[in-house]
């Protein structure tokens, strides 16, 4: 019986780790009206927590560069990952590139930009917990 409990108790506790999934916390939003931002410089700025894992979602088509500080629709060593409108993009960020102006924290950094240079675009960002 004893065996039993214990075992029952080992499996609820690895369960009980492996049920995390989904978008677990909302970190804010890029508003690029036409030209490159990052969370640094977009209307409100907002922390990235490095090495996390993603997801983004966009008003309409952009080109989505992670640890970068610019991106470009044109082409060249900045050119960005072309993500649809309305699609859900999962992605993630390595290493600290910048610090927080009003914390001092290290952040990671993501830079946006509309495929489109007569039309704004914004993009809801949010950190997954899970790897589905």
Known sequence: MKRLIAATFTLAVILAFQVFAGESRYLGAFVSPGTS???????????????????MECSREARILTDSTSVSVDGGSNKGVRVAGDTLFPTSVSAPLATQPDSGWPTAVIAVISTQADAGVTCDLWQRSGTE
């Open 37 to 55: 931002v990052t969370n640094q410089t977009t209307t409100t700025a907002f922390w990235i927590p490095f090495g996390s894992k993603l997801t």
